[in-house]
């Protein structure tokens, strides 16, 4: 299994109503260190509707602006269609991220 294929597999664990983070899913799939790597994996999503990249946001909570979802506004339309207020921009972390039984 080649790098991209493991954070897919990661992202698609990530439940209806939670977030992870970049760094999360670089943890998971393997290696610390490979933040940046989550996100060139996912602005190339193969499979969207099974991979659900807009439950990944970054470290301080805060949604993508670029154009990988459509746009901030995508992103948060599909968080709260979900369920997961956004405020701001902003997920709370404490109260919406996934916690992995690997972590």
Known sequence: MNTFEKIYEVVKKI???KVAT???IALLAGNPHWSRVVGY???VNPDPEHIHCYRVVNRNG???SSF????ENMQTGL???EG????NGKVDLEK????SENE
């Not at 990988?68 to 746009?71: I, R």
């Open 15 to 17: 439940p209806k109503g």
């Open 84 to 87: 997961v207020e956004v405020k």
């Open 79 to 81: 968080l709260q269609a």
């Open 41 to 43: 994996a996912l602005h």
């Open 62 to 64: 805060e949604v993508s």
């Open 22 to 24: 970049y760094g999360q």
């Open 68 to 71: 990988a979802f459509g746009g």
């Open 96 to 99: 919406y991220r996934w916690r």
